[in-house]
Nanobody, 115 residues
């Protein structure tokens, strides 16, 4: 059973940076796409960024030029580096990974951007 665990969330002032990490403690051969989503209070979950096994990435418009997704397949990890954070980025951030056609979600990590 694949389990994803996020870490790295917390409180940051506007303009600050955070790096989120996602790890699978169950060794898997290869994840297909990995992604980060977020869900703000009262809003639907939305895609932040996605990365393919080949390293191709795509970003939501709000994430372009501020966020960077990466992955380390040897360590079964994905990362989301976020910079120039804004209060609107406040949300629970979820890791997602696709393995053999099944999607898996982490439990989420809270990111709060406020002064």
């Amino acid at each position: 059973q694949v389990q994803l665990v996020e870490s790295g969330g917390g409180w940051v002032q506007p303009g600050g940076s955070l790096t989120l990490s996602c790890v699978s403690y169950v060794r898997v051969a290869n994840f297909n796409n990995m992604a980060w989503y977020r869900q703000a209070p009262g809003k639907q979950r939305e895609l932040v960024a996605r990365i393919t096994p080949f390293g191709n990435t795509n970003y939501a418009d709000f994430a372009k030029d501020r966020f960077t997704i990466s992955r380390d397949d040897m360590k079964n990890r994905a990362y989301l580096h976020m910079s120039r954070l804004k209060p609107d980025d406040t949300a629970v951030y979820y890791c997602y990974a696709d393995h053999l056609g099944t999607g898996y979600w982490g439990q989420g990590t809270q990111v709060t951007v406020s002064s």
